[in-house]
């Protein structure tokens, strides 16, 4: 048995997924809120006088701004770092927190004077809470265990107010220079004879 179809009903349904697809998706789904704004980076001053591992640890991975307030990112530097090695403060400051998130030791220092504050995880921590700390002095050792990394680090983060930023801005560019220190001569005393 044969049926006789309507010549426009072939075209119509062709043509109405094409219409679905252009039509406007605000008209089919509720109103959104528009995203956040990227996070804009705060001035930090170059106050931080010591690496908190080590002299000049590897940078197992990178700060990586996440592009709004919630999104994925990276909100530190991870630092290769063996278990037991001691965690220095980079700067002067005081001891905002100091114990357990999540099962990984944490420290928060608050720097003088600043809006600043410096986080270091997984810490076994040797400071409490309210303890002023002194740039290089040790706060803790890193932990066994705890880490995000995938061979053994320290994770360091920096916030201002409520914005992460890069714990590296935190150096002098003297600092951060890689390579051996050269010694200059010494001008005006007599060689040795």
């Known amino acids: 048995m044969h049926v006789n179809r309507p010549t426009w009903s072939l075209p119509l349904c062709l043509l109405l997924p094409l219409l679905l697809l252009l039509w406007p998706t605000t008209l089919w789904s509720p109103a959104r809120a528009a995203p956040d704004p ?42 290769a770092a063996p ?58 050792t890193v932990e066994p265990t705890g880490s995000h990394c995938t061979t053994p680090c320290l994770h360091w983060g920096l916030r201002h107010d409520r914005t992460y930023v890069d714990p590296l801005s935190l150096f002098p560019p003297w600092l951060l220079r890689k390579g051996p220190s050269r010694l200059l001569p010494v001008l005006g005393v007599p060689l040795p004879g």
């Open 83 to 140: 278990p037991g090695a001691p965690v220095r403060a980079v700067a002067a400051g005081v001891v905002s927190y100091a114990g357990r998130v999540a099962g990984r030791g944490v420290i928060s220092v608050t720097l003088t004077g600043t809006n600043l504050r410096t986080t270091y995880e997984p810490v076994r921590q040797s400071v409490t809470k309210g303890t002023e700390v002194t740039a290089g002095q040790v706060v803790g």
């Open 38 to 79: 990227p996070p804009s980076s705060p001035s930090v001053p170059a106050i931080g006088r010591t690496w908190p591992v080590g002299t000049r640890p590897a940078v197992v991975r990178a700060w990586e701004p996440p592009p709004t307030a919630y999104a994925r990112g990276h909100r530190g530097v991870d630092l």
